[in-house]
């Protein structure tokens, strides 16, 4: 007899990397995280979605703010060393592009 | 800052209550793609105030997001203008805009198109973008569009430092900050797939190295040297003062790369700017040395 495919719903999927994480219990196989990643980091799976490229992730966020069930968490952020050596030199926590950087 | 679109929405060419609906910032480059691409079709174009700033910047700030979004939609009271409930994103824009609280709070679903707007065409036959469509590139092309930017930011050093390096202590230390300029500046971004190693910095210190050995190398030779203490002395003062400065504007560059995250950069700084710092202070210290040898005829 095959063995059914379980899950846990509370599995949560890490990368050593970065801060993404994918909880493929709540994965609804809507395919959105697919759609919006710039690196192909998800693939459409039978049941639910597979993080097949966590590492490449670079924590643009787009992800988890399409995510309708809340499956994946990320720390989003921009990976810009001025502009976070520009913000710790102001004294500054808010680290983002914009007037007061790359303008 | 200066180069904005008004926001609002905009009708190219002929549009019907049926025609499509593209989203876009209000940065004239953002605007002016989408529509180059779109010449042959009649649409609606909705642009929002992005404050100048394009989709991605604006994405990740907010400012492209599901609430200006929505306010747009209403305020210019899109589902009189047309008939059906779709619009088309740039999959960029995705960062700031839920697709499904746009949907809850409008009626209006969204579809995230590809990244660049060029591939629309082909994107509107099938409304489905392909692997190629979705992926983010940084070939060599897109650094080389960065180059004249990145000289830009960095010409407050660079115009003032060799000439001031040239009257207090002559040629070699002017060309030695035009090398760190040339290396880090111009040839880091165009060699960055090429360059060894995982971090920016670590590629960038290699590169200056490389810089480093050459000028020593020419200067081994425009001054007839002879091998001993003191030239060595030079070559560890030459690589150690220009690989840790090229290195720093590598590190400098990852946020002009489309693949770094904010995890892995803040890693790198930490990991970096102490092996950096005590490179450069090495290699003024090994230049001092050398110098006074040198002078005293060693």
Redesign the interface.
Same mark, same amino acid.
Not at chain 1, 75 to 85: H, Q, R
Not at chain 2, 94 to 100: C, D, E, L, R
Not at chain 2, 254 to 266: C, L
């Given at each position: 007899m095959e063995a059914i495919p379980m899950i846990k719903l509370e599995e949560v999927y890490k990368t050593a990397?970065?801060?993404l994480e994918f909880l493929p219990g709540k994965c609804a196989n809507c395919g959105?995280c697919?759609?919006?990643?710039?690196?192909?980091v998800f693939r459409s799976g039978q049941k639910r979605v597979e993080m097949v490229h966590g590492e490449?992730?670079?924590? $643009?966020? =787009?992800c988890q703010?399409?995510c309708?069930t809340g499956a994946i968490r990320v720390? *989003?952020?921009?990976? $810009?060393? =001025?502009?976070?050596?520009s913000a710790a030199l102001r004294g500054k926590k808010e680290? *983002?592009?914009?007037?007061e950087c790359?303008? | 800052?200066y180069h904005r679109v008004e926001p609002g929405l905009y009708s190219l060419g002929d549009p019907t209550p049926e025609s499509p609906v593209f989203v876009t910032a209000n940065y004239t480059l953002s605007f002016d793609a989408l529509r180059t691409a779109l010449k042959d079709f009649d649409s609606y174009i909705l642009v929002l105030d992005t404050k100048g700033?394009n989709v991605w910047?604006a994405?990740?700030?907010g400012t492209f997001g599901t609430e200006e979004l929505v306010s747009k939609i209403e305020s210019i009271g899109l589902k009189k203008i047309v008939t059906h409930q779709r619009l088309i994103l740039p999959?960029?824009g995705?960062?700031?805009?839920?697709?499904?609280d746009v949907r809850k709070r409008t009626g209006f679903s969204v579809e995230?198109g590809p990244?660049r707007a060029e591939d629309l065409p082909d994107y509107i036959k099938t409304h489905q973008?392909t692997?190629e469509m979705?992926?983010?590139r940084f070939d060599l092309k897109d650094r080389a569009i960065l180059v004249p930017v990145e000289i830009k930011?960095n010409l407050l050093w660079a115009l003032p430092l060799p000439i001031i390096l040239f009257i207090v202590s002559g040629i070699w230390m002017a060309l030695l900050v035009l090398m760190i300029f040339v290396a880090g500046v111009v040839l880091f971004p165009l060699l960055l797939p090429v360059l060894p190693t995982k971090h920016?910095a670590s590629k960038g210190i290699i590169l200056g190295s490389i810089a480093g050995l050459l000028i020593w190398m020419v200067r081994f030779w425009v001054d007839n040297w002879s091998f001993g203490a003191v030239a060595i002395g030079y070559l560890l003062a030459y690589v150690l003062l220009i690989s840790p400065w090229v290195g720093y504007i590598s590190?400098?560059f990852?946020?002009?790369?489309?693949?770094?995250?904010?995890?892995?950069?803040?890693k790198?700084?930490f990991g970096f700017i102490p092996v950096i710092a005590v490179m450069f202070i090495c290699g003024l210290v090994l230049l001092a040395l050398s110098s006074v040898a040198d002078s005293m005829g060693w």
């Open positions: 990397i970065n801060t959105m697919i759609n919006v990643c710039p690196h192909e490449a992730c670079m924590e $643009c966020g =787009a703010r399409n309708p720390d *989003s952020g921009v990976g $810009c060393a =001025a502009a976070m050596i680290v *983002s592009c914009g007037p790359c303008d | 800052m700033v910047c994405a990740g700030k999959q960029l995705a960062p700031g805009v839920a697709a499904h995230y990244v973008a692997e979705r992926r983010v930011n920016f590190l400098n990852t946020g002009a790369s489309t693949y770094t995250s904010r995890t892995g950069v803040r790198e700084i």
